[in-house]
């Protein structure tokens, strides 16, 4: 994988880095046409040119203002140009040393980053069924797609290989199904341009996609990113993906992350919730913004550990949701058709549950219960466990006849099967062979698929109140 990653980087290197010392004015690619920028913002925008030359920018929604820089000692140059009101299409005309790039196509409104591993990257590829009945109708003008190819580097690089593309059968096909279904349940409600940018990759790890330096840090961080398993199919170095994958976009400016992946640290439970607050943390730093990050728990599957390490991995999940600012969780116990396939095929109503988080903490909507409960807090009274929730507005409701996947212990920690009842906001546990009952677990396994739900019908996280070991 070494040689890969370094012939990779030589690869990138010969393609984008020679060409710097030319006298010539260029752009990465993130800068091309049927590209969005950021609406109502002071949009990050840079090049190269040669050294000490003027380069002039105007873009034509405000033709009265050019805004003017000057190259470096290394021929780069770096600026902020303002942006209106949702809008499009317009043209971004750059002018340095007698050549002239024209950008065309260009709307003005909110662009995501979509990343993680193969739950956020599979599409129409893989044959997902609510993305190949979409493709005959993808003409929305108004969402635009970035597809980062599956590179990595040992390096950071500053170019991509690909560029901006107007929504089409062809450009969506290999795209996130659920990117595509969050840019168009954005768009559908707030009628704004949306750019979705996917880069993603199947089977990685969150240490690939992190910083090297943040990982060295930490010696736990240092330890588990060594014991990501080799495979010849995906990179496993630390920061391989986020240097050749991440390093290009950042100051592109964004109006928020998505992320789905967790599979491939299952094994190392114990610090995930450590390393996506560094990751996001590092992330938010490289842009110089305090980035929005919603993510989705991972789904029941029947991983077949002796300990359910999914189920702890995915309270891990909640801790990050609870503790990690301007952050979201997307639970979706109650979409898996087959617990022995990691890829659930419902892509759709994961997206639109990801949006609605966007729509309410990013847009303003007053929506309520649109977040999973997430487990606060209990109080023993007498024979019964009180359970009490974090986001929740409505009260609780059990879909069935009796709460499955619930579980109740005493001093002994033995669990023993449970009954629950919902009473309005609170969940009620109880075991009537059990007098003084210490500890409850819900949904606590690998492969648990609940049937507790808030008013809106989003199930509850899994949870445990207790710390035992396994």
């Known amino acids: 994988m070494k040689l890969f990653v370094n012939i990779i980087s030589t690869i990138i290197f010969i393609t984008f880095g020679s060409s710097y010392t030319l006298a010539q004015l260029h752009m990465p690619h993130v800068f091309s046409d049927h590209m969005v920028l950021q609406r109502d913002s002071r949009a990050n925008i840079w090049g190269w040119s040669s050294a000490g030359s003027k380069v002039n920018i105007v873009g034509n929604w405000n033709t009265k203002d050019t805004i003017s820089t000057i190259t470096d000692h290394n021929g780069r140059w770096s600026t902020q140009i303002p942006t209106a009101q949702a809008g499009g299409p317009y043209t971004l005309t750059i002018q340095s040393i007698g050549q002239t790039i024209i950008l065309k196509d260009i709307l003005l409104g909110d662009i995501y980053l979509c990343s993680g591993q193969s739950n956020m990257e599979w599409g129409g ?29 040992a390096t950071p690089q500053e170019n991509i290989l690909n560029k901006w593309q107007s929504l089409n059968a062809t450009s969506l096909k290999p795209f996130s199904a659920i990117g595509y279904f969050i840019a168009q349940k954005l768009n559908k409600e707030t009628n704004v ?52 994958m991440l390093a290009p976009l950042q100051k592109f400016n964004i109006k928020g992350i998505f992320w789905y992946q967790g599979e491939s640290n299952v094994g190392t439970w114990k610090g995930y919730d450590k390393l996506i607050k ?103 009274n007498k024979d019964k466990i009180e359970i009490e929730f974090h ?68 199930p509850i996280s899994p949870f445990r109140t207790d710390n035992w070991d396994f």
């Not at 690939?208 to 995906?234: C, F, G, M």
């Not at 979201?328 to 949006?355: F, S």
């Open 193 to 244: 341009p949306i750019g979705i940018i996917n880069s993603s990759w199947g089977g990685t790890a969150a240490e690939v996609w992190t910083a090297k330096e943040e990982i060295q840090k930490d010696s736990e961080l240092l330890d588990n990113s060594k014991k990501v398993s080799p495979d010849k199919y995906r990179p496993h170095e630390t920061a391989v993906l986020w240097n050749a």
């Open 278 to 380: 560094t990751m996001v943390n590092s992330w938010r730093q490289a842009w110089a913004d305090d980035i929005p990050f919603y993510f989705v728990q991972i789904a029941p599957f029947a991983y077949n550990n002796k300990a359910p390490l999914a189920a702890l991995l995915r309270e891990q999940q909640s801790k990050t949701a609870l503790e990690l600012p301007k952050s979201g969780m997307v639970v979706i116990t109650d979409l898996v058709d087959n617990i022995k396939d990691i890829h659930p095929i419902q892509k759709k109503e994961v997206a639109h549950r990801l949006a609605n988080i966007a729509l309410k903490d990013i847009y303003g909507y007053e929506e309520k219960d649109i977040i999973s409960p997430i487990y606060k807090n209990h109080v023993v």
């Open 125 to 153: 590829n893989q044959n997902l069924p609510e993305i190949i009945a979409e493709l005959p109708q993808a003409n929305n003008p108004h969402i635009r797609l970035l597809q980062v190819n599956r590179i990595g580097s």
């Open 391 to 458: 986001h929740i507005d409505g009260n609780l409701a059990i879909k069935g006849k009796e709460l499955t996947d619930i579980y109740i212990a005493s001093a002994d920690q033995v669990f023993h099967k449970a009954q629950g009842i919902v009473k309005g906001q609170k969940l009620i546990v109880y075991n009537k062979e059990i007098k003084n009952p210490v500890a409850v677990r819900f949904g606590f396994s690998e492969t648990a698929m609940p049937n507790l739900f808030n008013e809106k019908g989003l």
